[in-house]
């Protein structure tokens, strides 16, 4: 019964692609640094800290946040191709 009586909240509060012909307002405006910060981050990050996290789910860890700092620096130079140096260890 509350459902009825209540329009769908989740398709009204969801923004559209495309802005309406009005001046957009602050809600449907692209924030400086949004979108492309987003991509950036899903392309570049997101895979391997998903990575990471799902590992520290698994094995449970004492100090999980350096765990898996110490895998994304792993990732790093096995993705980017840098060796560790001395300094990193």
Known sequence: MGTASTPNSAAANTPTAEPSGSAPTNSNQVRP???????YMNEKIVPYLLEGMKGIAKDQPANPLRALGEF???KSNDVEGHP???ADQ
């Open 72 to 74: 994304l620096i792993q």
């Open 84 to 86: 560790p140096s001395s």
């Open 33 to 39: 640094g949004g979108a492309p910060a987003r991509v």
